[in-house]
């Protein structure tokens, strides 16, 4: 008598509680990235500028943690209170983002930078990417390997147009 064994893998539903997992860290990880670089951009500005802001947006029911979960209605509150003016501050939290998760900040003062966030938010968390923070504090993440030794030199931040 022959016995047929059919192998087949586990449902897709096995790993998707943690896949969901991770990227929820990593996403959970890239807000308090923005929050962080936007209060390093807003000290660049000296204390004042800093307590002014975030007392504004305190005012229109924005508090520090919530800025990179809002941040589009951050921008749209400064820039009615600030005008152009706040498209550096809002540039500089851009620059400060891209130098945390090590990706080229191939774009320009005029482009649009809400695209810009959108589209590094999506692939921080598609490609896995930690700020250096995290790496830095992290023996797994911080210890050489053939990426760090041979890094990519075309990833950027583009939209592929």
């Known amino acids: 008598m022959t016995v047929t064994t059919y192998v087949s893998s586990p449902p897709r539903s096995c790993y998707a509680p943690g896949h969901k997992l991770l990227r929820t860290q990593i996403s959970t990880l890239f807000h308090e990235t923005v929050n962080d670089c936007f209060r390093n951009a807003l000290d660049g500005m000296g204390p004042t500028v800093r307590d002014v802001i975030y007392d504004l947006l305190g005012k229109k029911g924005i508090e520090q943690p919530e800025v990179s979960s809002r941040f589009d209605d951050v921008v749209a509150i400064l820039m009615d209170s600030l005008g152009a003016s706040a498209r550096v501050l809002i ?25 810009r966030m959108v589209l590094l938010r999506d692939r921080v968390v598609a490609d896995h990417l930690y700020p250096k923070s995290v790496q830095r504090n992290d023996p797994v993440l911080s210890t050489p390997n053939a990426a760090q030794i041979a890094p990519n030199p075309g990833r950027s931040l583009s939209s592929g147009r």
Do not use: G, I, N
């Open 91 to 115: 540039y500089r939290t851009m620059t400060l983002l891209c130098q945390e998760y090590q990706v080229r900040a191939d774009f320009s003062y005029q482009d649009s930078l809400r695209d």
